[in-house]
């Protein structure tokens, strides 16, 4: 029973294509968050939705687009790839306010 | 700025060894002090956690000590296994309005040698 889910797992491109990943979740959860974990491991929180709605939106390059079409899903389009957005990308969902988030397996994205 | 500073960035110990990663934080308003353990190729997953009513949590092997007038916390695994090698990341949440967030520390490798 998988309980967050990301496909890709590997996506290898070319700088400036266009490129989605998809993740969704098993756990009734109502937040979604994307993370970048960068080759020094470094997590940074990108965005995060509850519901729906975005409520945590950091500083990306408007480039990443999230789309959220039911709370169970939380979509990551990136346009205009670039070296620097090379990275392992990870979902993660959470129950409400509650601190403990569950992460899914991560999608490694590079870029050439 | 950050706010959650992680040490040592990498460790390694011998099996039955016992491993301390520490986290220093600098926000008095944190209410929640969760470690989170990572294996390669995996995303990161909630280890342990401990609220600051208490200055120490213990499962198994591993163990929380909480110091709030220090405003650290540090995990300890006794028994250190080379299944243990992974890497651990202490958090704390912000809140932000009406959201909450989790801060991360930069991370720890620890490899336990046979």
């Known amino acids: 029973d998988t309980a967050v889910s990301q496909t890709p797992k590997y996506l290898v491109t070319q700088m400036g294509n266009d490129k989605s990943i998809k993740c969704e979740q098993n756990l009734g959860h109502d937040t979604m968050y994307w993370y970048k974990q960068d080759s020094k491991k470094f997590l940074k929180i990108m965005f995060s939705y509850n519901n729906k709605e975005l409520i945590i939106n950091e500083t990306v390059p408007n480039r990443f687009s999230p789309k959220s079409p039911d709370k169970a899903h939380l979509n990551l389009h990136i346009n205009s790839l670039e070296l620097g957005d090379s990275a392992v990308y990870f979902c993660?969902?959470?129950?409400?306010?509650?601190?403990?988030?569950?992460f899914g397996p991560g999608t490694r994205l590079t870029v050439l | 700025q950050q706010q959650v500073k992680q040490s040592p960035q990498s460790l390694i110990v011998q099996k039955g060894g016992i491993s301390i990663i520490n986290c220093a934080y600098e926000?008095?308003?944190?209410?929640?002090f969760p470690w989170y353990q990572q294996f390669p190729g995996k995303g990161p997953a909630l280890l342990i956690a401990i609220r600051p009513d208490v200055s120490e949590k213990k499962e198994g092997r591993f163990t929380i000590s909480f110091n709030k007038s220090a405003k650290q916390f540090s995990l300890h695994i006794m028994d250190s296994q080379p299944g243990d090698s992974a890497t651990y990341f202490c958090?704390?949440?912000?809140?932000?309005?009406?959201?909450?967030?989790?801060?991360w520390g930069l991370g720890t490798s620890l490899a336990v040698n046979p």
């Open positions: 958090a704390a949440p912000l809140n932000a309005g009406n959201n909450r967030k989790l801060i």
């Open positions: 926000n008095t308003a944190f209410d929640y």
């Open positions: 993660a969902s959470s129950h409400g306010g509650t601190d403990t988030q569950y």
